[in-house]
């Protein structure tokens, strides 16, 4: 094998004819922006704009020049240097993340209600100590525990000051955009420290299809001006917003994180992007909108395929998660399912760690859980070399017919290998007897002890007090602006 394994959902014609199709859209039909200085820019930069329909299409010329100005290489760094990610992944695996948008916390006692923000000092000291959690969001606080307009904004405050992992921010006003961005520049000295060592990226979306609502819009202007890295998303119910088809539905999420890939790399060449395709579906029987639909597992695997093998544009998706309510068989089976199939993709990054309930819900032990289920899956895609050293050529031709008690488990080869096979910290490895002796613990009693280890430690990260006094200072003004 050649580092690792994967497989292509989509022959080389297909591919063709999807790139194809993606361009002709977006040339011919177009998007529709709700955003007069963005609209004003694209027209000076040459894009075909209607100003009183706010309504832009792309030239072949201009999507071309777009693709071509995208990094190859970029980092997306971590506010203490320990946590930096480069992309692409150096030894071919993908990053991962914790969930987003998720308005419920579930405690360890099972207590499901909004979160809090000493909710988030909890999540955040967990994911600071999961080895397999790569970077984070900004957990969904409820506005009974801080000011309903600026909630984003409360939230990012406690994530600069613990967490010691890249941040996505999801904004929720299209006002917060800026303070945001202030405020992660405040904590690394200056917007233009911000620039050269961005420790947060964005999401943006388009919702209803092809249709940028000025909020997102927002985040692309201000990201675009200020340097900041962009994580352009679409979030499409197969059904409801875009056709039922899954083929269909992943076609309208490229078109729309195409699109706004291009404007980020026309106002801002070299910006770092990657394309997160993040699809569900609705099931026609109840007008559900599910995750776990075995058609939309596919089709993140085409977006997925469409970026990285189309246009060498890093890309992210779903890789854990599930539509069951509660941490069942249905759980695990669907989020192994997931994260198995996602595994073999192209993606660069894989996210959903901690959720329940098709991403309402985060939970701290399923959070733990899914470190674990991320480690088997990077183990996965690494693959098996095959070569002689792996067959044990040498001890096999010359060694075992020559020497009567020649064993295996005292072999030089053994020794060599013998500490390779993954053994995820939390699973029962040592039989019956050993499991009964130690008290017949599940995986989610094992979970548990991991969350009150962690939670009795010494957390492993803090904002230095001085940057901590100029963030706090940027959530002051912040209130005043925002909070009616």
Known sequence: MVGRIKYNVMNDQELQHMKSRLEQLLIERGIHLDHEEMLADLAKLGCVVDMENKDVKFTKELIDKAVAAIPEKFTLYSPGGKNDLTFPHPEGKFYTRTNTGAPNYRTVKGDTHYTTLEEVDEWYKLTNAMENIDYVTLPSTSGEYVPGDAVDVYTLEKALKHSAKHIWI????????????????????????????????????????????????????????????????????????????????????????????????????????????????????????????????????????????????????????????????????????????????????????????????????????????????????????????????????????????FSFLMSEHTFRHYAEPHRPDMFNRDGLVRWEQEGSKTLTDKALEKFEAIMAAEDTYALSADKAAEVEKVLKQAHAALVK
């Not at 060449?269 to 099931?283: N, Y």
């Not at 669907?334 to 991403?359: C, H, K, P, W, Y």
């Not at 309402?360 to 959070?367: A, M, Y």
């Not at 031709?397 to 020497?403: H, Q, S």
Request: with cysteine; hydrophobic share 45%; aromatic share 6%.
């Open 170 to 405: 999801q904004p929720y006003e299209s006002d917060n955009v800026q303070w945001l961005i202030d405020m992660a520049a405040a904590a690394v000295g200056g917007h233009d420290k911000l620039r050269e060592k961005p420790i947060v990226s964005f999401i943006a979306c388009g919702v209803p299809s092809l249709t940028f609502k000025h909020m997102d819009a927002e985040v692309l202007y201000r990201c675009a001006k200020a340097g900041v890295p962009v994580q352009p998303c679409s979030l499409p119910t197969a059904g409801a917003n875009t056709p039922v088809t899954a083929q269909g539905t992943a076609f309208i999420a490229c078109a729309e994180v195409f699109a706004m890939i291009i404007m980020l790399e026309l106002l801002c060449p070299g910006l770092p992007v990657i394309a997160t395709t993040l699809l569900f579906s609705m099931d026609m029987q109840t007008t559900y909108t599910l995750q776990s639909n075995t058609q939309i597992t596919i089709a993140r695997l085409i977006c997925m395929e469409l970026f990285e093998r189309g246009y060498n544009i890093r890309a992210h998706s779903y890789g854990t998660g599930t539509d069951s309510l509660t941490m069942d068989a249905q759980n695990f089976i669907e989020r192994t399912n997931l994260i198995d199939a996602m595994a073999m993709s192209e993606a660069s990054v894989l996210g959903g760690a901690g959720q329940l309930e098709t991403a309402k819900t985060i939970s701290p032990l399923q959070l733990i859980i899914d470190n674990e289920i991320f480690g088997i899956a990077q183990r996965i895609r690494c693959g098996l070399a095959v070569d002689d050293e792996t067959l044990d050529w040498d001890e096999l031709i010359a060694g075992m017919d020559k020497d009567p008690a």
